[in-house]
């Protein structure tokens, strides 16, 4: 009787573990069925992209977005540096974001290469800029309950100044490899990363720099080689991702040269950033914020440290093998802080 019994007792268990290993396995897909569903979607004709109209003093025009995932507490709008870039750089955030069941956006800015691409000057405003992201959080539906704003580079630039303005609709802000002042960068550019060098490749750049001849093949061969493998993306030229490569082929001129300047060795020029300065309002911003630093960047790291210091509710991330494109050159590290913030800020946990 012993022996039957504890047959009927194992027996039991396994059972039972198997029913809850089986409802788990259930659950578990119909999880994952439901993060990448289309069904009663608006979208589900083109696939999650839509074509969302905006209002500029200069007339109506549209702009790309791509919608990924459903997850009504956790929804990441994309904002592409540049600025003239467009979305393409992001595309490794699909190896990353949607086993962790983040619903995410990608977005070209209104000039980038999948959106509208009107020929007047005016509109690259840092301002109107603002006014645009606006519009789209509004169309895409995204509120202070379920609205992350992630924005590397320019794109940095833009989230800080959208936070600045428009916090009370955000859930979290991550600002990626930017510092809150162009001054300061320039200056780390000039008298920090500049000096590390090969003299004699330095001074053939500053040749070409200070004849502003900007458009020269061996100018640009020497900065991309020599400065942007270094600190822009740690690889050989040949080996940079597709996505990578897409995104600078689609970059647009007019756009990048108005308000970055036409030197790749820094913001020069009449550019409307070069002046770009927002360190005495960071602490204004209230809102859980990321700061995204690499140890080789463009920019200072521990300026981007000194970023999340500053405003009220901040932590600093910081990728030790990146630089500017740390999501591709410390990908497991930039990923894995990225998404431990996210998830953090979804259960409260305090930064």
């Not at 500049?194 to 640009?220: C, F, Q, S, T």
């Not at 020069?268 to 602490?283: F, Q, Y």
Request: charged fraction near 25%.
């Amino acid at each position: 009787m012993k022996h039957i019994y504890l047959f009927t007792l194992i027996l039991v268990t396994v059972v039972g573990c198997k029913n809850a290993s089986e409802e788990k396995t259930v659950e578990t897909n119909e999880t994952i069925n439901s993060y990448w569903s289309f069904e009663g979607k608006d979208d589900q004709y083109t696939g999650g992209i839509r074509m969302i109209p905006i209002e500029t003093p200069k007339g109506t025009f549209n702009v790309w977005t791509k919608r990924v995932g459903n997850n009504p507490k956790i929804k990441v709008l994309l904002l592409h540096g540049g600025p003239g870039m467009t979305h393409e750089i992001y595309e490794c955030f699909d190896g990353y974001f949607p086993q962790e069941r983040i619903e995410y956006y990608y977005y070209d800015q209104l000039g980038s290469y999948y959106s509208d691409q009107p020929d007047d000057l005016s509109l690259w405003d840092t301002a109107r800029f603002v006014e645009e992201v606006e519009q789209v959080r509004k169309a895409l539906d995204l509120n202070k309950d379920n609205f992350y704003l992630f924005g590397q580079s320019w794109g940095g630039i833009l989230a800080m100044e959208y936070a600045l303005k428009y916090q009370e609709n955000l859930k979290g802000l991550i600002i990626s490899n930017m510092v809150p002042s162009i001054p300061d960068y320039m200056d780390y550019s000039d008298n920090i990363l500049a000096p590390k060098m090969d003299p004699e490749v330095l001074a053939e750049i500053m040749a070409y720099e200070n004849a502003e001849d900007y458009g020269n093949e061996r100018y640009l061969e020497l900065v991309v080689n020599h400065y942007y493998t270094e600190h822009v993306i740690r690889m050989p030229v040949d080996q940079w991702p597709s996505s990578v490569q897409k995104g600078f082929s689609h970059l647009n001129a007019k756009v990048y040269v108005t308000m970055q300047g036409p030197s790749e060795f820094g913001v020069k020029g009449d550019a409307t950033l070069k002046n770009w300065d927002v360190k005495n309002r960071l602490k204004t911003i209230i809102v859980p914020t990321l700061s995204i630093g690499s140890t080789y960047d463009t920019m200072d790291p521990k300026q981007m440290e000194w970023l999340a210091n500053e405003v009220q509710n901040g932590r600093f991330h910081l990728c030790p093998n990146g630089s500017h494109l740390s999501q591709y050159d410390d990908q497991k590290n930039f990923f894995q802080g990225l998404i431990r913030f996210i998830k953090d800020v979804d259960t409260g946990k305090e930064m």
